[in-house]
């Protein structure tokens, strides 16, 4: 069973109340289940808030946003899982977030997966928020549900508790505090909701298989506390200045893909490998390579400063399309490398300033955090190359 966030709140809150009641069969019944909420509950909000602080707990060189690995040896810690961007499969690591080992109200250890394209070892290429987890919830009609905070409606991670064995089901008690299964490989033993891996490299999750109880992450969610930080503006935008740094060479660079908007070719930013300066930098290289698809390229095509800016004349230009606007009008992202579509990163006004020479039109500063932090980051912000 898929458990949204405010069930679990209400799960939990619930639980002390549930205990004082009469001991029945249903109450124990219940109680279990709201053990089980209340595990996954607590397991969902440390994995978020791994994500949300990566770069701070002793990951200085990295970008934020990442998910650990699952547990694969039964010591409680992550490690190295499969291969990049391979989906990974195993028991939730509680000692790297700093939990108990938290269990279901069968007393199960919690089960764990995560997208290669956000765990943390090894990274995938790219990670930000256009990233889409490769976790598809389905229905018990087959049906993909629909996700908060994903364009595609795909999880980066889920936490399953297993419940009680099934038929046919064989589990040990084992030596290791989670049982027999020391190397979290006989997951069929426990998890009845994870499918096959599909030709599109999605793991289907059936929501509703056998006594699996889930709960999602997805991309929003993990970029929603991220803006929620009053830190996260300066750092994208130390970020996205390290990236037009690398740009302002005496000949500028060429444009990927361009595209003529007036004075002005427009396109995709040149090969991160092919950069050089302060987005190559130790400290600023992981997070400059996650967010160059999100940002978009101007120069002058007869090689004069043909644009003006806020402080003079520019060459050209790099341009944030931060995140993609959603319903009416929505912008469709193929994924985290960009696409050569100007417009699904870019909003026709900054199409209009550009095509006019006009940069000055445009913010010089990502504005965050915000009112409403569940609408989209959509407004272009621009720098110039003098």
Known sequence: MFLPALVLLLAAAGLGWLLARQDSPASRDLAREMRTAQALLTAR?????????????????????????????????????????????????????????????????????????????????????????????????????????????????????AGPPRPGQERSAGPE???????????????????????????????????????????????????????????????????????????????????????????????????SGPCRSETLRDAARNWIGTMRYARCVDGTDCLTGTGGRCRGAVIFGGERLTGPGAQRRAGTDGTPDIDQYLEPATLAALAAGQLAALPTLIALPFADRDKPVATDVALCIP
Not at 119 to 125: F, G, L, R, S, T
Not at 215 to 226: A, D, F, K, S, W
Request: net charge negative; charged share 25%; glycine share 10%.
């Open 45 to 161: 909000e440390a994995l978020i808030g791994f994500a949300a602080t990566y770069r701070n707990n002793e990951h200085p060189n990295a970008d934020f946003g990442y998910l650990p690995c699952p547990d694969l040896d039964g010591d409680g810690s992550s490690e190295t899982c499969g291969s990049k961007d391979q989906t990974s499969v195993g028991r939730l690591p509680y000692l790297t977030l700093n939990l108990p080992d938290l269990r279901d109200g069968a007393g199960e250890c919690l089960w764990y997966a995560v997208s290669g394209s956000f765990k943390n070892n090894p990274k995938a290429d790219t990670l930000n928020w256009d990233s889409t987890g490769k976790l598809r919830l389905l229905d018990a009609n087959g049906l993909p549900l629909m996700l908060p905070g994903d364009e595609a409606g795909l999880a980066a991670a889920i936490v399953i508790a």
């Open 177 to 275: 505090r989670c049982g027999g299964d020391a190397e979290a490989r006989n997951i069929a033993q426990y998890i009845e909701a994870l499918g096959n891996r599909a030709d599109n490299e999605l793991i289907d999750v059936r929501a509703l298989a056998g006594n699996d109880r889930i709960v999602t992450i997805t991309t929003g969610e993990i970029y929603r506390q991220l803006k929620r930080r009053a830190s996260y503006a300066p750092w994208l935008q130390r970020v996205f200045q390290a990236n037009a740094d690398c740009l302002a060479k005496p000949v500028l660079p060429a444009v990927i893909a361009p595209e003529r908007h007036g004075p002005v070719e427009l396109g995709k930013l040149p090969a991160f490998d092919s950069l």
